[in-house]
């Protein structure tokens, strides 16, 4: 990847998603979301609508994009139409938002400071369909195990928890204690090992998730692990609130390489292939 883009100290990145090949969306702390062209990095279309920073983007199937802001409501934009027009506003949570992720059999998950966890219709008018509730701080991170009808949630701060949802009866089924999950983008899935990856404070657990026990903690020395993404089938790359990206090996597991990437915090990491990250 050759060519880069900047932001001001005020326009920080918060999220980035790829919404094709040839195009990438960034939430930035203006309370735009900024459309780029990946081959020339030019904006493509600049989102408004939004009246705080945008926390977090998600693609949903439909080919539309939903976006969650600190102004404690969820967009909906039609990436079909020119100058992708924003189709619906959601009223979501009564603090805020933290992450959203698309859910099996036509549903969407938010999660919140207010504690909950709200599962949405993914079709007009875009209906609340269940309020989780559980948590004793800050929900911070979602993720839809692959294939199954579980959701895995995490805290941070005081509650330091992780939670595994039945998503057809709606209840907490496992609390794992002493879970540090401070960040929306810690939280991920490797199905071919059947582990999930949580960043903590210079750690990484190691969860699996068949059984929903820890396997293993690693320890680094880079603060807290803030942003995952996977690169193919042989490393994690992890982002920390300092700067620095880490590559976690997969086999063997262990840390191969720590740099300083950034003066700023890595809230978030885009796969462009297996071997480059955004």
Same mark, same amino acid.
């Given at each position: 990847?050759?060519?880069?883009? @900047?932001? *001001?100290?005020?326009?920080?990145?918060?999220?980035?998603?790829?919404?094709?090949?040839?195009?990438?969306?960034?939430?930035?702390?203006?309370?735009?979301?900024?459309?780029?062209?990946?081959?020339? $990095?030019?904006? #493509?279309?600049?989102?408004?609508?939004?009246?705080?920073?945008?926390?977090?983007?998600?693609?949903?199937?439909? =080919? =539309?994009?939903?976006?969650?802001?600190?102004?404690?409501?969820?967009?909906?934009?039609?990436?079909?139409?020119?100058?992708? !027009?924003?189709?619906?506003?959601?009223?979501?949570?009564?603090?805020?938002?933290?992450?959203?992720?698309?859910?099996? =059999?036509?549903?969407?998950?938010? %999660? *919140?400071? #207010?504690?909950?966890?709200?599962?949405?219709?993914?079709? !007009?008018?875009?209906? +609340?369909?269940?309020?989780l509730k559980g948590h004793s701080g800050v929900v911070t991170s979602i993720i839809q195990l692959k294939n199954r009808e579980y959701l895995?949630?995490?805290?941070?701060?005081?509650?330091?928890?992780?939670?595994?949802?039945?998503?057809?009866?709606?209840?907490?089924?496992?609390?794992?204690?002493?879970?540090? %999950? %401070?960040?929306?983008?810690?939280?991920?899935?490797?199905? =071919?090992?059947?582990?999930?990856?949580? /960043? /903590?404070?210079?750690?990484? @657990?190691?969860?699996?998730?068949?059984?929903?026990?820890?396997?293993?903690?690693?320890?680094?020395? +880079?603060?807290?692990?803030?942003?995952?993404? $996977?690169?193919?089938?042989?490393?994690?790359?992890?982002?920390?609130?300092? /700067?620095?990206?880490?590559?976690?090996? $997969?086999?063997?597991? /262990?840390?191969?390489?720590?740099?300083? #990437?950034?003066?700023?915090?890595?809230?978030?990491?885009?796969?462009?292939?297996?071997? @480059?990250? $955004?």
């Amino acid at each position: 990847f050759k060519k880069s883009i @900047t932001f *001001s100290e005020s326009e920080g990145i918060i999220s980035l998603i790829r919404i094709n090949d040839e195009k990438i969306a960034a939430s930035t702390n203006d309370a735009m979301i900024k459309i780029y062209d990946i081959n020339t $990095m030019k904006i #493509d279309a600049i989102l408004k609508g939004h009246s705080k920073a945008v926390a977090y983007l998600t693609l949903l199937d439909n =080919k =539309k994009l939903l976006s969650a802001s600190d102004d404690l409501t969820m967009k909906i934009w039609n990436l079909y139409q020119k100058k992708y !027009p924003c189709e619906y506003t959601i009223t979501a949570h009564d603090s805020q938002i933290e992450k959203t992720i698309q859910l099996s =059999k036509d549903r969407i998950a938010s %999660c *919140s400071s #207010d504690k909950t966890i709200k599962i949405w219709k993914d079709s !007009p008018p875009y209906n +609340l369909l269940k309020t989780l509730k559980g948590h004793s701080g800050v929900v911070t991170s979602i993720i839809q195990l692959k294939n199954r009808e579980y959701l895995v949630s995490g805290s941070g701060k005081n509650e330091k928890t992780l939670k595994l949802w039945d998503l057809e009866k709606y209840e907490c089924v496992k609390t794992l204690q002493k879970i540090h %999950c %401070c960040f929306a983008n810690a939280l991920v899935e490797y199905e =071919k090992k059947n582990v999930i990856f949580v /960043g /903590g404070y210079a750690s990484i @657990t190691i969860v699996n998730s068949i059984s929903f026990q820890v396997e293993t903690i690693i320890e680094h020395t +880079l603060s807290f692990s803030s942003s995952f993404a $996977m690169l193919g089938d042989k490393y994690l790359v992890f982002g920390t609130d300092e /700067g620095y990206l880490g590559y976690l090996k $997969m086999n063997p597991v /262990g840390i191969v390489v720590c740099t300083k #990437d950034n003066a700023n915090s890595i809230y978030s990491l885009l796969p462009i292939n297996e071997h @480059t990250v $955004m």
